[in-house]
């Protein structure tokens, strides 16, 4: 009993402070539970919404499809064609560097696939865009890689578009290449996307509005190694139209074929329409190395080339025209009167001017010889004597409006406008006066005289129908996908210039025995059946000294002449113009006449001549120089 009173004064603990503690906490816990989930739901949600879905939910984009490129006959000279390149979302896998050199062995070698990413990086690539690391696998790599992909997280096969070019290197100038586009691209072109293709040179730059369509996408799902669960959206891309040129195809080859290994440079032209029939230049590059990136090595190997590969010799080279000048000077001569077809002069071999003697080519000279022997024999003491009672500054104005000097207005990227001299233009040029002497040389295309082989082309094309300066393009019609025609593009007048048809018949006539006289320097262009007119070129590299005569043969190969030749054929109803150089080849009715005809021989196949009249010159008083 006692023992019962004693634990009953024991004081009873007080149980209230410590469940008003307990449940102060309960109360702060919830609070912040509140709070973080406040902040995770209301404030971060957009945030966090966008990252699961990023990990959840990929926007995938769809290159459009590029149009395709044809001849003049609708047959495919460039297409694109599909590409199995390996691709990694670094932040879909846990260890990047692990993956890497898991994929590395799997492809075989080492491929700096971290220095991609790095790059990629570097260039400021989103979350979660893929890095293409790998191009171009072929089937067993492509095997490999699906068979393996549990053990590459991140790592994916993806099916690119490649431009392909199907005939390597022919026409490449022409066609030109693409490439990735780079940072500096980006500034400027809001649309394109790191990875895109675009047109770098040719016609894929000039064109590349035409042929690049509009890209697309794809809302995918993937699972937490990134791999494809399904397709929730896509937007369709819109492929490019497709480029009708005005190229033959297989002019193209056999200019490229008679050139052969040497340097140099040929433009065929309609001289009715002024549409480029084929344009070749050698050396040239395969434009297929450059689609998807080309590698650095190669790029490096290309433009340190000392035969300058990369280089449109039709458009960008620049040449003294050698002897096919003096078609410039009988017209200038005929129309400014310092000239008659019955004018003639006495050739030695040789004229003195001041102090210095002016050989012709051929060394025992021509004897008495009018202008029609002039051209046919190209006599160089006949047209020292026409240029100077012609004067620097007619011969001049006559080059001008006959197109020399100037651009042609080609859709490429780096024509060269060239070099017709005059008084004015040494006054600018070099703040010196013209010397009479300097004219002698100008009149057989040397000094400072320089053109392209498109300008005498379009040069031929003018004596061929009567004076009309066309602007010479390369693409006839633009095709939809469906095959409907979207655009055509007629033939452009730049210029008409009168020149008198009985002057231009006295021209034509001696550029047809050029080719087709016994005597004429250009009969390694005859073609039977179809009468021929042209004129050869011979353009010296380099000055000899003062009374030398040099046997071509006996100079390095870099040192001797430039062989040239132009036409137009047939003689009374031109359908073709030509112009060609062979660099270092010598006399240019050996060495570009013959391939000159090999192209003419290959049209008249392909186009048997129908007896059309010939072009109406133009009507007097029209744009005649001044």
């Not at 790599?141 to 490649?162: C, Y």
């Not at 009167?337 to 002016?358: D, K, M, Q, V």
Request: charged share 25%; with cysteine.
């Amino acid at each position: 009993m006692a023992r019962f009173k004693r634990e009953k004064s024991r004081s009873v603990p007080k149980l209230a402070p410590r469940i008003a503690a307990l449940m102060a906490m309960i109360v702060l816990v919830l609070i912040t539970a509140a709070l973080r989930l406040y902040y995770l739901q209301v404030i971060k949600h957009h945030e966090l919404a966008e990252l699961a879905d990023r990990n959840r939910i990929r926007i995938q984009r769809l290159p459009a499809l590029r149009g395709l490129v044809f001849d003049r006959r609708h047959r495919a000279l460039v297409d694109t064609r599909p590409s199995f390149d390996a691709v990694i979302v670094p932040e879909d896998t846990p260890n990047v560097d692990a993956t890497i050199a898991r994929l590395e062995k799997l492809l075989g070698g080492q491929n700096n696939f971290s220095k991609k990413i790095e790059d990629a990086d570097d260039e400021g690539r989103p979350e979660y865009e893929p890095v293409t690391v790998d191009e171009h696998l072929d089937w067993s790599q492509v095997v490999a890689l699906e068979t393996h992909q549990m053990e590459l997280p991140g790592v994916s096969l993806q099916v690119t578009p490649r431009r392909h070019y199907l005939y390597d290197s022919l026409a490449a100038h022409l066609l030109g290449y693409v490439g990735e586009v780079t940072v500096k691209d980006l500034n400027h072109l809001p649309d394109y996307r790191m990875g895109d293709d675009i047109g770098k040179f040719g016609l894929e730059r000039s064109w590349e509005g035409t042929l690049r369509g509009d890209s697309g996408g794809q809302e995918i799902e993937v699972d937490s190694i990134g791999r494809r669960l399904r397709l929730l959206r896509e937007i369709p891309e819109r492929p490019g139209n497709s480029v009708v040129m005005t190229i033959d195809l297989d002019l193209q080859r056999v200019a490229e074929d008679a050139i052969g290994e040497r340097a140099g440079a040929l433009v065929a032209i309609d001289p009715n329409t002024g549409y480029i029939l084929a344009m070749a230049s050698h050396p040239a590059f395969n434009p297929n190395i450059f689609a998807g990136g080309i590698a650095g090595s190669a790029w490096h190997e290309l433009i340190t080339d000392p035969s300058h590969p990369l280089e449109n010799r039709a458009t960008q080279g620049i040449y003294p025209p050698g002897s096919t000048f003096k078609v410039v000077d009988s017209i200038a001569g005929l129309m400014d009167h310092t000239l008659t077809p019955g004018t003639s002069y006495y050739c030695s071999g040789a004229i003195w001017f001041g102090n210095r003697e002016y050989r012709c080519w051929r060394k025992q000279g021509h004897g008495n010889i009018a202008f029609h022997r002039a051209i046919v024999e190209s006599c160089d003491v006949f047209f020292y004597d026409v240029g100077q009672r012609l004067g620097v500054d007619r011969i001049a104005a006559w080059a001008h409006a006959l197109g020399l000097g100037k651009k042609t207005g080609i859709d490429l990227e780096n024509e060269k406008a060239g070099t017709i001299p005059s008084s004015q233009w040494k006054e600018r040029r070099f703040h010196e006066r013209w010397y009479p002497a300097e004219t002698l040389s100008v009149a057989i295309g040397q000094g400072y005289v320089a053109v392209t082989p498109i300008q005498l082309a379009v040069l031929a094309a003018e004596v061929a129908n009567g004076g009309t300066l066309y602007k010479p393009p390369f693409v006839r019609q633009i095709d939809a996908l469906d095959g409907s025609v979207v655009k055509t593009f007629p033939p452009i007048v730049a210029n008409q210039t009168h020149i008198d048809p009985q002057a231009l018949e006295e021209l034509r006539s001696a550029m047809g025995d050029v080719v087709n006289a016994p005597n004429g320097t250009g009969h390694a262009a005859r073609i039977d059946g179809i009468v021929v007119a042209g004129k050869t070129g011979t353009a010296q590299v380099v000055k000899e000294a003062q009374g030398a005569r040099t046997k071509e043969t006996a100079l390095p190969n870099r040192y001797r002449d430039h062989g040239w030749f132009m036409a137009f054929a047939p003689l009374d109803h031109p359908k073709i113009a030509i112009a060609c150089i062979i660099e270092h080849s010598g006399h240019g009715g050996s060495s570009a006449a013959p391939v000159v005809k090999a192209v003419m021989q290959r049209y008249f196949e392909l186009n048997p001549p129908q007896g059309a009249p010939l072009p109406a010159p133009a009507a007097a008083g029209e744009s005649a120089p001044v």
